[in-house]
C-alpha cells in the first residue's frame, strides 16, 4: 500500500503519528518504493544484538537509536545455479552494490521524516576484514552483524551453519540493516525452526555442509558448537577458486527451494 501525501505530511511535521502508522509508513516505503523483497523491523534494544562486540551494538553506532530496520533481496535463483561462476560472482557484487544505494535511500526516507538514521554496509570493506586475519584473530567480527539483525526482526531463523533461512527463499538473500530513532514497532521472532535438519535430525543430511567440504575446503561448520562460517577460510577458499564468490551451499539448501 502507498504512502498517502496526507500520511507523509503528517509524519514529516512531526506531529502525534502512532507508531504503528509510521512503522507501516516506512514498511510500504521499503517495499514498494525502495524494492526490498523482506523487510522486517528490530527493536535497537534487542537481546541479539547484546552479543555485538563493545561498539558495535546498535544504540553505540547511533546514540538514541530505537529501532533496526533489516532489508532483504533475493539472490536470483538462474544465476545461483551456475556457482561458481564469473556470473554468479558478478551477481553477488551486484546485490551488495544494490542493498547499499537502498540503504542510503531508506535513511535518507527516514531523515525526511525527522528521524535520524545511518546503515551498516552490507560486508564491510576488504581491508576491514583483512586486517583481522593479518592480526591474527581467529574469527571475523564484522562492523554490524546483519544475521542478528535478521532473526530479531521476524524474518528467519539460523540454520545449521548459522545463517539465516527464511521461509521465502531459504538461504538465498542477502541483506542489510538500516539503525534509526524513529519508533518503529518491533516484528515478533519468527516461530517455526527453518531448518530442517533441526527439526528432524538425519533428514536434510547436513547439505550444506557437505557441498563445502566436498568442493570448498570445509569452511563450513556446524553452528553454534563449531562456529558456523569461518570466514577467513570461506574467504581463502574463494581466492583459490580465481576469486570467484561461492554460492554452493546456500544453492545445496532445499528450504523454500520450493517457492524460490
Ligand atoms: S542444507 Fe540442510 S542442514 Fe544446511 S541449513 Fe539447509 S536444511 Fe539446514
Not at 35 to 64: M, N, R, S, T
Request: charged content about 25%.
Amino acid at each position: 500500500m502507498k504512502t498517502s501525501a496526507r500520511e507523509s505530511d503528517t509524519v514529516r511535521t512531526g506531529g502525534p503519528v502512532p507508531d504503528t502508522d509510521l512503522t507501516r509508513c516506512v514498511k510500504d516505503y521499503a517495499r514498494e518504493e525502495v524494492g526490498f523483497d523482506l523487510v522486517g523491523i528490530a527493536a535497537a534494544d534487542d537481546p541479539q544484538f547484546d552479543i555485538a562486540p563493545e561498539g558495535h551494538k546498535p544504540a553505540e553506532w547511533l546514540p538514541g537509536a530505537k529501532s533496526v530496520v533489516v532489508g532483504g533481496i533475493k539472490v536470483l535463483r538462474e544465476i545461483l545455479h551456475t556457482t561458481p561462476s564469473p556470473v554468479y560472482a558478478k551477481h553477488y557484487d551486484q546485490l551488495n552494490l544494490w542493498l547499499t544505494q537502498a540503504a542510503y535511500q531508506l535513511s535518507r526516507f527516514l531523515q525526511e521524516k525527522g528521524f535520524q538514521a545511518m546503515y551498516s554496509p552490507e560486508s564491510d570493506p576488504y581491508e576491514y576484514f583483512g586486517a583481522q586475519r593479518e592480526r591474527g584473530e581467529t574469527r571475523y567480527s564484522p562492523s554490524f552483524c546483519h544475521i542478528h539483525a535478521a532473526v530479531a526482526a521476524g524474518l528467519g531463523t539460523r540454520g545449521k551453519v548459522g545463517v539465516v533461512l527464511t521461509p521465502e527463499y531459504g538461504p538465498r538473500q542477502r541483506w542489510i540493516s538500516v539503525i534509526t530513532t524513529a519508533p518503529l514497532v518491533p516484528d515478533p521472532r519468527l516461530a517455526k525452526e527453518q531448518c530442517i535438519e533441526f527439526l528432524k535430525p538425519g533428514s536434510c543430511g547436513d547439505k550444506c555442509i557437505e557441498v563445502c567440504q566436498k568442493d570448498q575446503g570445509g569452511a563450513l561448520k556446524s553452528w553454534p558448537d563449531e562456529g558456523g562460517v569461518d570466514m577467513f577460510a570461506c574467504d581463502w577458499a574463494d581466492l583459490k577458486a580465481g576469486g570467484l564468490s561461492c554460492g554452493r551451499s546456500i544453492e545445496a539448501c532445499p528450504v523454500g527451494k520450493a517457492k524460490h
